[in-house]
């Protein structure tokens, strides 16, 4: 058995375990799948994990084969609202951490990746958590979706679904850090946009590393607040300690060089005026040129004898990798175009595109380059191998499977280092119904 097929046969197989146990992923075990119809519980699963961009109606001809026989929207919808989203929570969860038990390390360790996306979704005004209104514009609605990425294995280990009213992306990073379960070796890379004394604690208390790119020494974060510490140059790579605390004495006030004083509202959870009063933090900082008047600043707790600052800057780089499956997840997998209104329906696409993604890049990370010239380097064209992967896992391909690491090792792209793109900031609207592809 070629290894496409074995992944597909282990998701497959893990939705049929899920039906012999139905009561804890649907809303009524009493009464929902009781009857059998077109649409068993099985069936909806792999219907709504294999979903591209088009009208719902084209979905189900196109996946049913065009015949009198396809199921109608309204039996489809009527269906999906008796399953939780949670489902789909759970198939992420089991399918993911079944592929990831012996994964690709970068000198021992494995990098994750956090950072956050908004999702457009139906404009829905009534929807409080969901929608922004600027001005007289017509407003929209956003979900926030927080992310750990396997940077090494291209995977999705882990992601916390936002209203985007409400978003938190600190608490985000720390609910998905508490509960992550892997190795101690593992680093975890974030943005700026992270850098918080409570962040780096969850990771410490992990008993894990990170690596967070913060503000420069005369802005208003971490390292300015530390400036008296550090060297007196451009450029360093040096240790330094903190110690926090809620307390406020003469000692600490005569000594805020050596203390990082929290009020009651500031966010620590490993401090409070009786057991825990004080919180020892040991940081790596580094700051290097990044050009002619621009410079870096990380926090990390590696290891000096292990990783050079060549190495924490190709660390850092690294993580734009997050960034790019954002691109694939939203445009090729089609996490742009969801086909409901109601916030759980789209829950349930967004766990089912995941599960797609992580299925093709599975897939992919087995397949052989052969092709190689002296002018480039070659890579597997992402986007394709999506559209491979999930013509595999459709109906269409049970009678004739389509030979799936050939078709991917074909459809390959040159390396072409030092390119880039001017980053587009423009809010991408959701697709409206009826304006899907025919």
């Known amino acids: 058995m070629k290894f496409s097929e074995e992944v597909k046969t282990t998701l497959w197989s893990m939705i049929d375990q899920m039906s012999t146990n139905l009561s804890q992923f649907i809303v009524n075990p009493e009464k929902d799948f009781s009857r059998k119809k077109k649409w068993d519980f099985p069936t909806l699963m792999k ?4 979903m591209e961009g088009q009208s719902l109606k084209n979905e189900l001809h196109k996946y049913f084969g065009y015949t009198i026989e396809c199921p109608s929207n309204s039996s489809f919808n009527q269906r999906r609202s008796q399953v939780k989203a949670d489902a789909f929570k759970y198939l992420f969860n089991s399918f993911t951490s079944n592929y990831n038990k012996t994964p690709k390390l970068f000198k021992g ?3 994750l990746a956090c950072d956050g996306s908004d999702i457009n979704i139906s404009h829905n005004p009534c929807d409080e958590e969901t929608y922004f209104q600027q001005g007289t514009a ?3 609605n956003q979900l ?9 294995n291209r995977i999705y280990t882990d992601i916390v679904i936002q209203p985007a009213r409400t978003e938190n992306e600190h608490a985000a990073f720390c609910e998905m850090v508490d509960r992550y379960n892997g190795t101690e070796k593992t680093v975890f890379i974030v943005d700026r946009g992270y850098e918080s ?20 020494i005369n802005s208003n974060g971490i390292v300015a607040f530390s400036k008296d510490k550090l060297p007196n140059k451009d450029e360093f790579d040096t240790n330094i300690s903190l110690i926090l605390t809620r307390k406020w004495t003469k000692e600490i006030l005569n000594n805020r060089d050596k203390y990082r004083h929290f009020r009651n509202n500031d966010t620590f959870d490993y401090l409070d005026l009786t057991e825990h009063i004080f919180y020892h933090m040991n940081l790596r900082v580094l700051r290097f040129k990044i050009s002619e008047e621009e410079y870096e600043c990380i926090l990390t707790n590696l290891p000096q004898n292990e990783f050079s600052v060549n190495e924490i800057k190709k660390l ?6 997050i960034e790019t499956s954002f691109r694939e997840l939203k445009y090729a997998v089609g996490l742009t175009s969801f086909h409901a209104k109601k916030k759980e329906y789209i829950i349930q696409e967004i766990w089912s595109r995941l599960i797609l993604y992580n299925f093709c890049e599975i897939i992919t990370s087995h397949v052989v ?6 002018k480039h380097t070659y890579q597997i064209n992402y986007t394709f191998a999506i559209h491979i992967c999930r013509y595999f896992i459709s109906k269409m391909a049970e009678k004739s499977p389509p030979d799936v690491e050939a078709l991917i090792s074909k459809e390959i792209l040159p390396v072409r280092p030092g390119r880039h ?7 991408k609207k959701a697709v409206s119904f009826l304006y899907r592809v025919a």
């Open 144 to 152: 926030h979706l927080n992310a750990m990425y396997d940077l090494m």
């Open 109 to 111: 360790y494995k990098l």
């Open 138 to 140: 017509k407003g929209f």
């Open 421 to 427: 793109d001017p980053r587009k900031v423009d809010h």
């Open 197 to 216: 004394y409570n962040n780096l604690a969850h990771v410490i208390e992990k008993g894990a590393f990170f690596l967070f790119r913060c503000k420069d």
């Open 316 to 321: 850092y780089a690294m993580r734009w990798g």
């Open 369 to 374: 380059i052969k092709k190689c010239t002296k």
């Open 47 to 50: 219907f709504i994990i294999s």
